[in-house]
């Protein structure tokens, strides 16, 4: 039984189901509904999707070069190939297509709101619903009743990012505007015929990002449709408890950096299902998870490092465009992220350096300018 029928819920029992697995699969919503994303799909995204046999028809626009912009400084970079970086896409027709390609491999749809979930030794079980499965898949997002009731966990207001997101006319490149939100950024992702932007930052700051947003709208015409939260705190917690078991948002797992969610809701949705298969299939899910969990717990310590200084980092980024470029491919997932921040850890101090030592030297040029009240040209 799948509990939630967004993206992790979906790809969950498309996998189940692909396995000859019974599956039901249950949302309190009818399908088409709304879901408050930015629409972004990396290449890391799609392939692991076109993996599975999924080739996604509901993508818009395909974006190869991406802009980085704030403090005054712009960067542009590209992924490595003739491959696009981002992707865009709406929700509704998205979510609705992963759905489908469920129901398509003999899952069973209900529409349900599912209350909590109970664990007995030979099943689980709905609250006051006399539906009863061998396992319960938790992929019911950010507020999971299915976590909440099982007692696997909870969240604090550090694993939580709180984002807004809109619509804005028609925009040339996809951006980034880190100096858009304080404990955050803002983005502007062109579809078809509009863009979607919005901002995000910290759940603690969230009147800060509501701030942050009203400057934004009026900046680049965004009119506001919703917000909602983005966990990202499930790397220290448990993810599975028993015969329940949690995916996507449910189980915290998006990228504490950039908020990105849906590469990890299909990533976790193929290693739960495939944990299915053990004797053990929590401890099995954790040991499957291990390096996800790992990748996302070195961007958790990066945030915390990068976004209270995003100014200085980004200023040092945009002096060192590799730094840019490199940090670019794994967001899109073409580079380890490990990888990235071995290799950074001695390129961005120098890069900082080099940047305060050129203000230094400006500043020394200016100071001797003027004792001789000679002026540069
Ligand atoms: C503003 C914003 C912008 C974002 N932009 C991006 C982006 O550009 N790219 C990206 O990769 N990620 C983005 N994310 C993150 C991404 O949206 C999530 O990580 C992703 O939706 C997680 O998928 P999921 O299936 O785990 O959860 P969800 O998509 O939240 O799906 C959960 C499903 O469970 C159902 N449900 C909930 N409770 C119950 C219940 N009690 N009973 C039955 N059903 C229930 C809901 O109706 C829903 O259909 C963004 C998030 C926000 C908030």
Not at 83 to 103: C, P, S
Not at 165 to 189: C, K, M, N, Q
């Amino acid at each position: 039984m799948v509990v939630g029928a967004g993206p992790s819920g979906s790809i969950s029992a498309y996998l189940s189901a692909k396995k000859g697995y019974k599956t039901l699969i249950l949302d309190m919503k009818d399908f088409p509904r709304y879901k408050a994303c930015g629409g972004g799909v990396t290449w890391r995204a799609y392939n692991f999707l076109r993996g599975l046999g999924i080739l996604i028809r509901s993508l818009e626009a395909y974006h190869r070069e991406v802009l980085i912009r704030g403090f005054g400084e712009e960067v542009r970079v590209s992924s490595d190939s003739e491959e696009f970086a981002v992707a865009t896409m709406e929700r509704e027709k998205f979510d609705e297509e992963l759905l489908g390609e469920a129901i398509g491999q003999g899952a069973e749809f209900r529409r349900l709101k599912v209350r909590g979930v109970i664990q007995r030794e030979a099943g689980v079980g709905l609250n006051g619903i006399g539906i009863k499965a061998r396992y319960a898949i938790g992929a019911d997002g950010a507020y999971s009743l299915t976590a909440n009731s099982s007692g696997i966990r909870r969240w604090s207001d550090e694993d939580l990012i709180f984002a807004i997101e809109g619509r804005a006319p028609p925009h040339d490149e996809l951006t980034f505007i880190v100096d858009a939100s304080p404990s955050g950024y803002g983005w502007i992702f062109p579809r078809g015929g509009d863009s979607n932007a919005g901002v995000g930052g910290a759940v603690s700051r969230s009147r800060d990002v509501m701030m942050a947003f009203e400057r934004f709208s009026k900046l680049y015409g965004v009119r506001m449709v919703g917000s909602w939260v983005i966990p990202t705190g499930g790397h220290g917690k448990p993810i599975a408890r028993g015969r329940v078991l949690l995916v996507g948002d449910s189980a915290g797992l998006a990228d504490p950096l950039t908020g990105e969610g849906l590469y990890y809701a299909f990533r976790s949705a193929y290693e739960c299902v495939n944990s299915l298969e053990s004797e053990d299939p929590a401890s099995s899910y954790h040991e499957r998870m291990r390096d996800v969990l790992d990748e996302l717990k070195l961007k958790r310590m990066a945030r915390r490092i990068i976004v209270p200084r995003m100014d200085f980092f980004f200023r040092a980024f945009a002096s060192y465009p590799e730094i840019a470029r490199r940090y670019m491919l794994t967001s899109i997932g073409k580079l380890d992220f490990r990888e990235f921040w071995s290799w950074g850890l001695l390129r961005i101090p120098r890069a900082i350096l080099r940047r305060a030592l050129r203000a230094s030297e400006r500043k020394l040029l200016r100071m001797i300018l003027q004792g001789t009240g000679d002026h540069p040209r």
